[in-house]
């Protein structure tokens, strides 16, 4: 049961992961916003700027361990298939 529940915070395919960035990008222009309130000015630009960074930042890394487990996954299914021959 519990793997089956733990198979719901796995990010299983592109889209998901593209819904995952939007969702990590709304936030972080939200609280961008909020630092540019909090610090006017220069200071409240650069953490704005800083917030939409991240989010480059993590979406990138998202997609890449998403191809690395589709590279992983085809590696050992070719694995699998020689070792039957």
Same mark, same amino acid.
């Given at each position: ?8 915070? =796995?990010?299983? #395919? ?13 936030? %972080? ?22 917030? &939409?960074?991240? =989010?480059?930042?993590?979406? %990138?890394?998202?997609?890449? %361990? ?10 050992? &299914?070719?694995?699998?298939? &020689? #070792?039957?021959?």
């Amino acid at each position: 049961m519990l793997r089956k529940v733990g198979r719901l915070f =796995v990010i299983k #395919n592109r889209f998901e992961a593209f819904l995952i960035i939007y969702a990590l990008a709304l936030g %972080a222009m939200e609280r961008g916003t909020a630092y540019l309130h909090q610090y006017p000015g220069f200071p409240g630009k650069m953490l704005f700027w800083a917030c &939409s960074g991240a =989010v480059f930042l993590a979406g %990138a890394k998202i997609l890449d %361990a998403l191809r690395f487990e589709r590279e992983r996954r085809e590696a050992e &299914s070719l694995r699998l298939k &020689s #070792n039957k021959a």
